[in-house]
């Protein structure tokens, strides 16, 4: 993915909760966060440790089979804020994911009324909003993992 790269994050399960409080701390004004690495990478467990940092209340899951699950907190300015966590893994096309509410999802993080966690985004890129991160998650070894934010963009 190209773009210019604006935070690299390495953490294993003992400093993952410190490594999402400092990913958060570097990107919260964002709004849709693509989430890409190979099965096993560790993509729900960040956006869990992410949710906590967030004191979501709701319980966090991976949504591969609901494909969406929706999550609340209460943001700096003491406002209610939505996330979707979507999982896109499952799903063989855009009409698809259009079809599942994916899209609606998106249009609301980019007017700013929600915040949207993607997993899997490789299988519908076509929703993807012209500004987005695209989260790279590598496993280094069994226990650690590298991550590489950038501020990804789908215009020519």
């Known amino acids: 993915m190209e773009g210019k790269v604006i935070l690299h994050l390495s953490y294993t399960l003992d ?32 956006i869990h440790y992410l949710c906590d940092h967030l004191q979501v209340q709701d319980a966090v899951s991976s949504p591969t089979f609901a494909l969406i699950n929706e999550y609340h907190y209460i943001s700096d300015s003491q406002k209610e804020q939505v996330i979707y966590h979507l999982d896109w893994y499952r799903l063989r096309d855009t009409a698809e994911a259009i ?40 496993t280094i070894t069994p226990t650690e993992r590298a ?3 950038k501020m990804a963009n789908t215009l020519p």
């Open 15 to 46: 400093t993952i909760a410190d490594a999402a409080k400092e990913f958060w701390q570097a990107l919260k004004g964002n709004s849709v966060f693509a989430f890409s690495g190979e099965m096993g990478a560790g993509k729900t467990t960040f």
């Open 99 to 138: 079809n599942a509410g994916m899209e609606d999802c998106i249009i609301q993080a980019n007017a700013g009324k929600a915040i949207c966690f993607i997993e899997w985004p490789e299988k519908a890129m076509e929703l993807l909003p012209s500004q987005y991160l695209w989260i790279g998650i590598e």
């Open 147 to 149: 991550m590489t934010v």
